[in-house]
């Protein structure tokens, strides 16, 4: 299986918490690659650029998002071979063209989202967790979520081992 990584709008694709997530993929015999957003502010075309690397993905993935790369991999979550979602401080409910009020993915998706987000409000996670029934764990952090990677990292090891 491999997992795909969707980073924010104001990291670029190899940030802290993606290495730290890749290495437990690798570690679990998961493929991992990371799509470069970097000056593409729109969320959009990322989901655009998202969807079409996926087209060429010839066996079940996973999507992982942090912030603008949260709602892109939302979005794409709906591709048929996408087994799971794992979510960090997604952007839900700020602009694009989603509604996050009727994406509902099949696969399994988790959020984790910090107490202290001042960027995405924790509401909007709560919001859509509670319409979707994902599971949402609810961190004393804040967007970036670093001070709650160690905490974030096992919650990603028992999600990608139950897929």
Not at 12 to 27: D, R
Not at 51 to 56: E, F, L, N, P, V
Request: with cysteine; net charge negative; charged share 25%.
């Amino acid at each position: 299986m491999q997992v795909i990584f969707n980073h924010g709008k104001e990291s670029g694709p190899w940030g802290t918490k993606i290495k730290v997530l890749a290495k437990t993929a690798e570690a679990l015999g998961m493929e991992v690659s990371s799509i470069d957003y970097q000056g593409i502010d729109n969320p959009d075309q990322r989901v655009d650029t998202l969807k079409q690397a996926i087209r060429s993905i010839p066996e079940p993935f996973v999507l992982v998002g942090s912030s603008m790369g949260g709602y892109v991999a939302t979005v794409a979550a709906e591709a048929p071979d996408c087994k799971g979602l794992f979510l960090m401080a997604p952007a839900f409910y700020l602009g694009g063209e989603a509604d996050f009020d009727k994406i509902t993915p099949t696969c399994v998706t988790e959020i984790v989202h910090g107490w202290k987000d001042d960027i995405v409000p924790v509401e909007n996670s709560w919001r859509y967790a509670k319409r979707t029934h994902s599971q949402l764990h609810v961190v004393d952090d804040d967007h970036r979520l670093v001070d709650s990677l160690q905490q974030t990292n096992a919650l990603f090891k028992r999600f990608l081992q139950t897929l």
